[in-house]
């Protein structure tokens, strides 16, 4: 099980915002990854391997983290991060585990 | 590059089967690929949930919640992959997603993703 906090986080653009995700049990961070849900579409990946950014990703978002404790980290957010981040990972039960999301809102 | 589009009926009647196909371009679709090939569904308003997907090893993997009602096959045009979930209810009502898992030496992730699709159950 991943368990993300909180599960709201009211910000203002500019603001540092810190997202959680523990995992019941010590993952593999090969298999950790971050994803990014705006309304009505798809997820991105943000981060993968818990720390690598994907292509066109900007470097104001970071992962960091290992073994039960991850965290990403959006620095001077802009407005178009208000969205619903994931965490994700590979090889637990169910297979394809997401935690349950962190909805980061414009206080 | 590798894109997926997911398809098929928006609405089905309660007990009748879904079913949707999602369609592959940038890569082959077979069961010895880079790629695991994922459906992933997303009820209204909720979180993520995976539901089976198709790994390199032939292998077909479930949700125990939903094993006995889903299949998932390859296309043999290999540009397809296809989801049928029988008996459904209103608790499958979801957006429903194709994925490729992809994985490098080091590490994999969900990327990409298809663009989804809105299946309601309804009479």
């Known amino acids: 099980v991943l368990t993300q906090s909180p599960g709201t986080l009211s910000l203002s653009p500019g603001d540092r915002a810190t997202l959680s995700c523990r995992a019941s049990?010590?993952?593999?961070?090969?298999?950790f990854v971050w994803y990014q849900q705006k309304c009505g579409q798809a997820p991105r990946v943000l981060i993968y391997?818990?720390?690598i950014r994907a292509t066109g990703i900007p470097d104001r978002f970071s992962g960091s983290g290992s073994g039960t404790d991850f965290t990403l980290t959006v620095t001077r957010l802009e407005p178009e991060d208000f969205a619903v981040y994931y965490c994700q990972w590979y090889g637990g039960t169910p297979l394809y585990t997401f935690g349950q999301g962190t909805k980061l809102e414009m206080k | 590059q590798v894109l997926l589009q997911d398809s098929g009926p928006g609405l089905v009647k309660p007990s009748e089967t879904l079913s949707l196909t999602c369609t592959v371009s940038?890569?082959?679709?077979?069961?010895?690929?880079?790629?695991?090939w994922v459906w992933i569904r997303q009820p209204p308003g909720k979180g993520l949930e995976w539901i089976g997907s198709l790994h390199d090893n032939g292998g077909i993997y479930f949700d125990p919640s939903l094993k006995g009602r889903l299949t998932i096959s390859l296309d043999t045009s290999r540009t397809q992959f296809s989801l049928k979930l029988t008996s459904v209810t209103d608790a499958d009502t979801a957006v429903y997603y194709c994925?490729?898992?992809?994985?490098?030496?080091?590490?994999?992730?969900?990327?990409?993703w298809g663009q989804g699709t809105l299946v309601t159950v309804s009479s």
């Open positions: 049990q010590s993952v593999s961070s090969a298999y």
């Open positions: 994925a490729a898992y992809f994985c490098t030496t080091i590490t994999c992730r969900l990327d990409p």
């Open positions: 391997g818990a720390s």
């Open positions: 940038g890569a082959f679709v077979s069961s010895s690929s880079s790629y695991y």
